[in-house]
């Protein structure tokens, strides 16, 4: 049965809005996600008939996908946006997904190879690559089918940099947009890819009449890496569509065709956390955590997936460094850290959480007391914890290698009871707007970020409170609706 050409605007992510678990006796239960994407999705609301195109992750949306055949998942609570889950083969999607997209396309935008021995593209990368290829063509054939003409698209992530330039060879008519959640990296990091790589997630971008970034950073980089490898021109001329205004390189030009730059700085949703961290499961994840601190002392609180990027080792090691040269500050802190499992299929990351655990327990033992243990560190995923956790923090580390934005640095502010120090990386992409009023940090220097928790543990009530305000504004500049709609208006 051919699926009818319905939507006027189309979404499409790896990962979708919901995800479903598949009971013992059959039944499906589905779960909503969180994330920008989701609430900002809303802002157009279902009598709009908008698609949301995603890939099926595990055996329950699987399942959900099969059942619904042709027709779309409804499963409320996603803003009343139509989902269409794309169930894709186990072994291709488990090539694309954790083979070329985490393992490859992440590490080459978060700067993460360990050069000397990696990476290596053999014959089994050439094979995932291909995987790579057909399963973006599988969401350019199924956009394809469910856009009216001259439908707007907008196409997430490195998941799918291949999907616009496929989607316009099969529909000339559509309006397409991708947007990039992560950094972009140096034309000289980026070459490592093989050409053909290199040149293919490019040309995808560029099939697309823009192509968008969370900060002028990463727009800029992405220009240099179409002049360095495809030899494009970048136009600058210093104006800039919606949220680019006043940008370096405002298009490029390639093969006759010019695809737009935006930058649009994804901000934290100030009304759902206000409400969200006030509700009851979350005063009793606070009082919890109170216990745990225990009465009159002070905590530095982080919050990650446990990630690569995300630098929660070397963290770690300046919360060490701070207790060995402040010995003032023993049994007077405590290091709250959520290291939230993700990506557990890849064993680089299965092996960073175990590193994580090892070095918070060796901090325990080396300086823990009868009454104090100086890192509490959690692994399992608790959101009502974090928001507990961000009401009542002094002090927040984001303290990442490299990072698209960093919604944690924009949504402690906004949660935060007497006011919170926070201590940020500048290789965020919050840093370009938080960085004023953040005690900024090289993410590699363990010393540097020992001395800035010093500070921010030393910071005045009255400054504290005074920054937080400040960074509270300008973290909520651009709400998730507001990002959505912004994206919408410049296609
Ligand atoms: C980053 C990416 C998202 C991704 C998320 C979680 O934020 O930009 O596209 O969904 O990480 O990663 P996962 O692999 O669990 O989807």
């Known amino acids: 049965m051919a699926v009818p050409r319905t939507a006027p605007i189309l979404v499409a992510s790896n990962r979708g809005p919901v995800s479903y678990t598949l009971g013992e006796d059959g039944s499906l239960t589905a779960r909503r996600g969180g994330g920008g994407l989701v609430s900002g999705l809303s802002a157009i609301g279902p009598e709009s008939g908008g698609v949301w195109v995603c890939a099926a992750l595990g055996e329950g949306d699987r399942e959900a996908a099969r059942r619904a055949g042709d027709s779309h998942l409804n499963p409320g609570d996603t803003g009343g946006q139509q989902v269409r889950m794309l169930d894709i083969a186990p072994d291709v999607f488990a090539a694309a997904y954790n083979g070329v997209a985490n393992s490859v396309l992440w590490f080459v935008h978060h700067l993460l190879y360990q050069t000397p021995v990696e990476p290596v593209f053999d014959a089994e990368f050439a094979e995932q690559w291909a995987a790579y290829e057909s399963y973006n063509a599988a969401f350019a054939d199924a956009l394809a089918q469910e856009a009216v003409d001259e439908a707007v698209v907008l196409v997430q ?108 700085g994804l901000g934290a949703d100030a009304d759902f956390l206000r409400e969200r961290s006030r509700q009851a499961d979350v005063d009793e994840r ?143 992409g919050a840093y370009a707007e938080l960085g004023e009023d953040a005690l900024v940090v090289n993410p590699y220097d363990v010393e540097g970020t020992a001395r800035a928790l010093h500070e921010a543990l030393r910071m005045s009530d009255g400054e504290r409170a005074d920054r937080t305000k400040r960074l509270a504004a300008a973290a909520t500049a651009l709400p998730p609706q507001a990002w959505f709609l912004a994206q919408l208006r410049a296609l």
């Open 157 to 264: 992530d490195y998941h799918l940099a291949l999907v616009p330039a496929m989607l316009r060879e099969r529909r000339p008519d559509l309006r397409i947009g991708h947007f990039s959640h992560t950094p972009w990296a140096p034309p000289d990091y980026y070459r490592m890819l093989p050409d053909e790589v290199a040149a293919g997630v490019l040309r995808g971008i560029l099939g697309g009449d823009r192509a968008a970034f969370l900060t002028e950073r990463w727009a800029t980089a992405f220009a240099d890496c179409c002049a360095a490898v495809l030899g494009a021109e970048i136009i600058r001329d210093g104006g800039g569509d919606g949220g680019a205004g006043g940008m370096a390189a405002t298009a490029v030009r390639f093969e006759g065709r010019e695809t737009r730059l935006g930058v649009h």
């Open 286 to 428: 606070l009082s919890t955590l109170r216990a745990q601190i225990g009465p009159g002392r002070k905590s530095i609180v982080r919050v990650d997936r446990t990630e690569l990027s995300k630098n929660i080792v070397r963290g770690l090691l300046a919360y060490r460094r701070l207790l060995e040269t402040r010995p003032e500050w023993r049994e007077r802190v405590v290091h709250v850290a959520f290291a939230y499992p993700s990506r557990q299929d890849l064993a680089v990351y299965r092996d960073y959480t175990e590193r994580v655990r090892r070095i918070a327990d060796e901090i325990n033992d080396e300086y823990g007391t009868e009454g104090w243990t100086p890192v509490a560190l959690h692994v399992k995923d608790d959101f009502a914890r974090s928001l507990a956790a961000y009401r009542l923090a002094d002090v927040a580390l984001v303290n990442p290698i490299r990072d698209g934005m960093n919604l944690v640095a924009k949504e402690v502010p906004v949660v935060s009871e007497r006011g919170c120090a926070l201590v940020l990386s500048r290789e965020a």
